[in-house]
T-cell receptor, first 112, second 115 residues
Framework: QQQVKQSPQSLIVQKGGISIINCAYE??????FPWYQQFPGKGPALLIA?????SEKKEGRFTISFNKSAKQFSLHIMDSQPGDSATYFC???????????FGQGTRLTINP | DAGITQSPRHKVTETGTPVTLRCHQT?????MYWYRQDPGHGLRLIHY???????DKGEVSDGYSVSRSKTEDFLLTLESATSSQTSVYFC??????????????FGPGTRLTVT
């Protein structure tokens, strides 16, 4: 059972544009939502995370938007750069469970 | 990289042979995980460990076993490798932070090909 659904599977954006990746979850017990970034040949690395008590979190060009009633959250990359080209995973966890459930991943390509 | 190493980094093996992948960490973290990554499926949890000799199954555990005899080492074994187990395998350690945060740090991965 896929508890976190991520879309799109792949995304191509022009340099300077906005990249948007969406995730939806089913389990209302989830209370922590991280995003991971993975470059080719490397393991995923934590990028940014949000808790459901806020609707938005921004770190530099990266922003998470969270909609608790819709059970959706999204990653926005402003002024996208070729160096942002990577695979992005959303994830969700329940406090104390010590496990993450990952989305299927989005391969992002930023064209120069 | 949170002091996580995986060995081997690449392996090609034949169907039916046993294979063991090793994950080693240097910081005495309690929680360790094995994932497999396949296109269209993201990262799927195989097994995890919450201490020495304490392990549990993940969502795709069939055909895999694990062992953790020391805090720093977590071994993943394919008892009889099949072509469906061709994948990239990642080890991770888990850290609970403040305000309900929970983070995992991943190793560099092992690319396994079963022919």
């Amino acid at each position: 059972q896929q508890q976190v659904k991520q879309s799109p599977q792949s995304l191509i954006v022009q340099k300077g544009g906005i990249s948007i990746i969406n995730c939806a979850y089913e389990n209302t017990a989830f209370d922590y939502f991280p995003w991971y970034q993975q470059f080719p040949g490397k393991g995923p690395a934590l990028l940014i995370a949000i808790r459901p008590d806020v609707s938005e979190k921004k770190e530099g060009r990266f922003t998470i938007s969270f909609n608790k009633s819709a059970k959706q959250f999204s990653l926005h990359i402003m002024d996208s750069q070729p160096g942002d080209s990577a695979t992005y995973f959303c994830a969700a966890s329940i406090w104390g469970a010590q496990k993450l459930v990952f989305g299927q991943g989005t391969r992002l390509t930023i064209n120069p | 990289d949170a002091g996580i190493t995986q060995s081997p980094r690449h392996k090609v093996t034949e169907t039916g042979t046993p294979v063991t992948l090793r994950c080693h960490q240097t910081e005495n973290h309690r929680y360790m995980y094995w994932y497999r990554q396949d296109p269209g499926h993201g990262l799927r949890l195989i097994h995890y460990s919450y201490g020495v000799k304490d392990t549990d199954k993940g969502e795709v555990s069939d055909g895999y076993s694990v062992s953790r005899s020391k805090t720093e080492d977590f071994l993943l074994t394919l008892e009889s490798a099949t072509s469906s187990q061709t994948s990239v395998y990642f080890c991770a350690i888990g850290l609970a932070g403040g305000r309900g945060s929970y983070e995992q740090y991943f190793g560099p991965g092992t690319r396994l090909t079963v022919t």
